[in-house]
């Protein structure tokens, strides 16, 4: 018999990449074993590939060993009735880290391993029986071990151990994700480790794919001991993991915060953020103008693509992701990519230098994805180098990186002169230097601060921060010092807005500073349009305005149109204007339907506010500061549980009022709309200008 995983080991077991290879063995194999529930999102594609009825769900060849669990969390409502991710939706999926749900789990497999070959169902018993005895014995053993903490209150980083906590009597307080697979925001970390200090939380756990950086950062804000365990499903031979942790009492303090102390906490989780926003503000400002000036925007992508591959080829060859080893081999192939930028620009050429930075980026990607083929969680390490995480940098990452690019900002003051006529005036100026030695220069340069930023920030932040204050800028100056001193004030205002905003909305700190910028590009192209327009308004009059009245017609027009033939899409017009003018649906509906609604949306808000009050109550008997027994806490679960079903049950009644006037709507609404913005749009175009 041959056993494989299409998962392999220390892989990120929800986002598999299977190989051709397996999916022609899968063919031909008598079993599919699965963990089940919602634990392999991507199983289904493979099922449509190979399309073999032996391994639809509940199929000859489908085992699906979650089926003797007694599953927690199970209380997730079954009816999805909003929109979004559905996690855990049929229970936890990890009950394999209980050791003894090894006994429901190998007596499914052997059932299923009898099925195909029934002769052999003697050995097979066998072979359990053997498994099992040495499982006991080690349950045993850490049975033993983790007696002394019983009842001790941990905080985990993935919503990974409830049935490990539940077999050795630990006590899960919170998870540093607060929705699993969604990254923790400032206030929320903030909010976790104050509540872990007051509470006496001593143990973090973490998986070996969690963010070390967050973790870190977590543990030293609340003086936690970062403990990682090893999943059996990821465990290598002769791997173990031991945990040593304390009984922990809560005092009676209040974790209410006062202003000031909110103010201390931002200010002590944002400051250094703040910082290494103000240092990537200072040089990736600059370094934009002459990327926009020399119309290579996506430069920065590529190069920081290169440095990628680097740091994958590094971590195949055993470095750790941020260790120095890892940033010279991105370094070294940065400096590769720079010199071919070099090479590869002439004035004269069938292919632009563009589409050369382009081939470059996907051949590095694609590159990166060989390699990371072969490194266990190498997925998760380059997303993580590639989506970084400005919220963890400490003091001293970004006090190096002001060291760094402080010689590179004097090296660019001195050769300012020939790298300006090159980027701005290559035909003119430029045309006698010697444009591949400077250009050398610039992209070596550029390259190293790539290199360096994306290791804090990530690709995204740092590709936000070289061509959104620049391009800004370039619509209100023209001068590249005007421009660079424009930049330099949107890149920090921008940080100071988009950081306060990660705070104040509890939002992911580098999206949001990214989100910040595009907002910023809006604004000053909307204000340079107005500008303009009023500009034409002025010299033209009202004619000026035709295009855009041209326009906006052919939008309401559209948007009738939409509404006629496809009115279950989401139209997010129209529901913003049922959510500020309720009546714009309710005048579609019967009294009958009128009332329903009224009831429905009543009974929304009153479950909202109820299943609200009793998490609330749920959190304090976690965290120890409200005494609640445990058949108050079993109580308090199933209540939730029928409570949730209630508010889905009532969110359901009214998407389906919804459908409902959005029928009639189509009719009464969508065709004056279509015929009014359709007859405005044709009216414009055709009327003669004056």
């Given at each position: 018999m041959t056993v494989e995983s299409l998962a392999p080991a220390l892989h990120e077991p929800h986002a598999v990449d299977v190989k051709p290879g397996q999916l022609a063995r899968l063919k031909s194999a008598a079993l599919l074993v699965r963990v089940g529930l919602d634990h392999e999102p991507w199983l289904a594609r493979v099922r449509a590939l190979v399309n073999d009825p032996r391994f639809a769900?509940?199929?000859?060849?489908?085992?699906?060993?979650?089926?003797?669990?007694?599953?927690?969390?199970?209380?997730?409502?079954?009816?999805?009735?909003?929109?979004?991710?559905?996690?855990?939706?049929?229970?936890?999926?990890?009950?394999?880290?209980?050791?003894?749900?090894?006994?429901?789990?190998?007596?499914?497999?052997?059932?299923?391993?009898?099925?195909?070959?029934?002769?052999?169902?003697?050995?097979?018993?066998?072979?359990?029986?053997?498994?099992?005895?040495?499982?006991?014995?080690?349950?045993?053993?850490?049975?033993?071990?983790?007696?002394?903490?019983?009842?001790?209150?941990?905080?985990?980083?993935?919503?990974?151990?409830?049935?490990?906590?539940?077999?050795?009597?630990?006590?899960?307080?919170?998870?540093?994700?607060?929705?699993?697979?969604?990254?923790?925001?400032?206030?929320?970390?903030?909010?976790?480790?104050?509540?872990?200090?007051?509470?006496?939380?001593?143990?973090?756990?973490?998986?070996?794919?969690?963010?070390?950086?967050?973790?870190?950062?977590?543990?030293?804000?609340?003086?936690?001991?970062?403990?990682?365990?090893i999943p059996p499903s990821a465990a290598t031979p002769r791997r173990a993991t031991t945990c040593s942790c304390s009984s922990s009492t809560c005092d009676d303090s209040s974790r209410h915060w006062a202003g000031r102390a909110e103010s201390r906490?931002?200010?002590?989780?944002?400051?250094?953020?703040?910082?290494?926003?103000?240092?990537?503000?200072?040089?990736?400002?600059?370094?934009?103008?002459?990327?926009?000036?020399?119309?290579?925007?996506?430069?920065?992508?590529?190069?920081?693509?290169?440095?990628?591959?680097?740091?994958?080829?590094?971590?195949?060859?055993?470095?750790?992701?941020?260790?120095?080893?890892?940033?010279?081999?991105?370094?070294?192939?940065?400096?590769?990519?720079?010199?071919?930028?070099?090479?590869?620009?002439?004035?004269?050429?069938?292919?632009?230098?563009?589409?050369?930075?382009?081939?470059?980026?996907?051949?590095?990607?694609?590159?990166?994805?060989?390699?990371?083929d072969r490194a266990p969680q190498g997925g998760e390490h380059i997303r993580q180098i590639l989506v970084g995480s400005i919220l963890t940098v400490t003091p001293v990452e970004v006090g190096t990186l002001a060291l760094l690019y402080a010689p590179i900002g004097v090296l660019h003051w001195l050769v300012r002169r020939p790298l300006l006529d090159i980027s701005f005036d290559p035909d003119g100026a430029g045309a006698g230097r010697a444009v591949r030695a400077w250009d050398f220069v610039f992209y070596a340069s550029f390259g190293v601060v790539v290199t360096s930023s994306v290791r804090l920030a990530g690709v995204l932040l740092v590709f936000a921060y070289l061509v959104v204050p620049a391009t800004a800028a370039a619509l209100l100056a023209r001068s590249a010092r005007g421009r660079l001193l424009a930049g330099w004030t949107f890149g920090v205002l921008v940080s100071l807005g988009g950081l306060a905003a990660s705070w104040t909305w509890d939002l992911p700190t580098g999206a949001t500073v990214v989100v910040a910028f595009g907002v910023l590009v809006a604004g000053v192209g909307i204000a340079h349009a107005a500008r303009a327009?009023?500009?034409?308004?002025?010299?033209?009059?009202?004619?000026?305005?035709?295009?855009?009245?041209?326009?906006?017609?052919?939008?309401?027009?559209?948007?009738?149109?939409?509404?006629?033939?496809?009115?279950?899409?989401?139209?997010?017009?129209?529901?913003?204007?049922?959510?500020?003018?309720?009546?714009?649906?309710?005048?579609?509906?019967?009294?009958?339907?009128?009332?329903?609604?009224?009831?429905?949306?009543?009974?929304?808000?009153?479950?909202?506010?109820?299943?609200?009050?009793?998490?609330?109550?749920?959190?304090?008997?976690?965290?120890?500061?409200r005494p609640v027994t445990e058949e108050m806490q079993e109580r308090m679960r199933q209540y939730l549980a029928g409570r949730a079903e209630i508010l889905a049950g009532d969110r359901l009644v009214l998407q389906a009022l919804r459908a409902r006037a959005r029928a009639r709507q189509r009719w009464w609404l969508g065709v004056p709309l279509m015929i009014l913005g359709a007859g405005g749009a044709l009216y414009l175009a055709r009327r003669p200008a004056t």
């Open positions: 769900p509940g199929g000859a060849a489908d085992l699906d060993v979650s089926s003797g669990i007694d599953l927690l969390q199970a209380e997730t409502p079954r009816v999805k009735s909003g929109p979004g991710v559905h996690v855990h939706g049929f229970g936890n999926p990890h009950y394999w880290l209980d050791p003894m749900n090894a006994r429901p789990m190998t007596q499914t497999i052997l059932d299923g391993l009898s099925r195909p070959a029934p002769d052999a169902r003697e050995a097979f018993t066998q072979s359990r029986a053997l498994f099992l005895a040495r499982l006991d014995a080690g349950v045993a053993r850490w049975t033993g071990a983790l007696a002394p903490y019983r009842g001790a209150r941990v905080v985990v980083f993935h919503d990974s151990w409830p049935y490990f906590a539940r077999r050795f009597g630990l006590v899960i307080v919170a998870a540093v994700e607060p929705v699993p697979g969604v990254p923790p925001t400032p206030a929320f970390l903030a909010s976790l480790t104050t509540s872990m200090k007051d509470a006496g939380v001593r143990v973090l756990i973490v998986e070996p794919s969690a963010s070390r950086s967050i973790a870190d950062r977590v543990a030293a804000s609340s003086g936690a001991r970062v403990a990682t365990l906490l931002m200010i002590e989780f944002l400051w250094a953020p703040f910082v290494a926003c103000l240092v990537l503000t200072a040089i990736h400002v600059y370094l934009g103008l002459h990327v926009l000036a020399r119309g290579v925007i996506f430069v920065d992508l590529a190069l920081a693509q290169i440095a990628a591959l680097g740091v994958t080829v590094a971590f195949l060859a055993g470095h750790e992701i941020q260790s120095e080893a890892s940033y010279w081999y991105a370094l070294v192939f940065t400096l590769g990519g720079a010199a071919l930028f070099a090479v590869s620009r002439t004035r004269r050429t069938p292919v632009p230098q563009e589409a050369i930075i382009g081939i470059v980026y996907v051949v590095s990607a694609a590159a990166a994805v060989l390699v990371i327009g009023a500009r034409a308004t002025r010299e033209r009059g009202i004619e000026a305005l035709r295009g855009a009245a041209i326009v906006v017609c052919a939008l309401v027009g559209l948007a009738g149109l939409l509404l006629v033939f496809v009115p279950r899409m989401d139209h997010w017009w129209l529901d913003w204007l049922e959510a500020s003018v309720p009546a714009a649906e309710t005048l579609f509906l019967s009294s009958d339907e009128r009332d329903t609604r009224r009831d429905a949306v009543e009974d929304v808000q009153r479950d909202v506010a109820e299943i609200e009050r009793v998490r609330a109550m749920q959190r304090e008997a976690q965290w120890g500061t």
